[in-house]
């Protein structure tokens, strides 16, 4: 694994250097881009990436809940269980740009609940597919136990389905929490209450090119470390002590 991602950094590192040697009107060098962060400065670069963090996680945890309480309703009503089928491919048909539009328009240019309801929406699909999937699996496992303790379904909920559904419930987190960092960068790029996102497009805005890399740049890294070093190891974790 390591070694891939060094083939990959080396990659990178090539492309890049021949596309600025190539196309030197267009793309800037690594030395500037890396320029473009002390110029731009620290607490700018640093307020940029929280903000985006912010978003993304709060989003990330509005949807984490909305799974969760529409898993314990599932179990009530079959009938809503159709409806939340239904609601997951609705939702997941909707393009992004048209939820960033939307609530960009409800709420304004300038605030922050656009972006995060904006990943919300983006996170919601994935990890309501993998809660009820996992779930149906658990409960088809364990029937005859299930039958002879005769749980409440809040007892089924608490006991059986959130403790069973845990390692595919962070699988599918870490995707999701993948997705609404990447998609809270598309609902900033179009408002003005700051973030990597509305700081990429105000670079490409001024003609900054080294900006647009740098800030690109950051993004990715921001997400390959979060991935790599939190998300991963808890996934990994989660299953060993599971199994």
């Known amino acids: 694994m390591k070694r891939g991602w060094f083939y990959l950094l080396m990659f990178a590192l090539v492309?890049?250097?021949?596309?600025?040697?190539?196309?030197?009107?267009?793309?800037?060098g690594i030395a500037e881009t890396l320029r473009f962060y002390?110029?731009?400065?620290?607490?700018?670069?640093?307020?940029?990436?929280?903000?985006?963090?912010?978003?993304?996680?709060?989003?990330?945890?509005?949807?984490?809940?909305?799974?969760?309480?529409?898993?314990?309703?599932?179990?009530?009503?079959?009938?809503?269980?159709?409806?939340l089928s239904s609601l997951n491919v609705f939702i997941q048909s909707v393009s992004v740009l048209v939820w960033t539009i939307i609530f960009i328009m409800i709420f304004g240019v300038t605030s922050?609940?656009?972006p995060i309801l904006v990943t919300a929406m983006a996170s919601f699909p994935a990890m309501l597919s993998?809660?009820?999937?996992?779930?149906?699996?658990?409960?088809?496992?364990?029937?005859?136990?299930?039958a002879l303790?005769?749980?409440?379904?809040?007892?089924?909920?608490?006991?059986f389905i959130v403790p069973g559904t845990l390692p595919e419930m962070v699988s599918a987190g870490r995707?999701?929490?993948?997705?609404?960092?990447?998609?809270?960068?598309?609902?900033?790029?179009?408002?003005?209450?700051?973030?990597?996102?509305?700081?990429?497009v105000y670079s490409y805005d001024l003609g900054v090119k080294a900006g647009v890399f740098a800030w690109a740049l950051l993004l990715v890294v921001l997400m390959i470390?979060?991935?790599?070093?939190?998300?991963?190891?808890?996934?990994?974790?989660?299953?060993?002590?599971?199994?």
């Open 225 to 243: 470390a979060l991935d790599q070093l939190i998300l991963g190891r808890l996934e990994e974790w989660v299953r060993r002590w599971y199994w």
């Open 15 to 28: 492309s890049w250097i021949a596309l600025a040697r190539l196309y030197p009107a267009l793309v800037p």
């Open 130 to 146: 993998a809660g009820i999937s996992s779930s149906e699996k658990l409960l088809e496992r364990y029937r005859p136990l299930i």
């Open 38 to 83: 002390p110029e731009a400065g620290g607490s700018l670069v640093l307020k940029s990436t929280l903000l985006t963090l912010y978003h993304s996680l709060v989003g990330f945890l509005v949807a984490f809940f909305l799974v969760g309480v529409s898993i314990l309703l599932a179990l009530y009503s079959a009938e809503f269980k159709a409806f």
């Open 175 to 200: 995707v999701a929490l993948g997705i609404a960092l990447r998609i809270s960068v598309v609902a900033e790029a179009f408002g003005s209450a700051g973030g990597l996102g509305y700081q990429l």
């Open 149 to 159: 303790l005769k749980p409440s379904r809040l007892q089924l909920y608490v006991h």
């Open 112 to 114: 922050s609940i656009a």
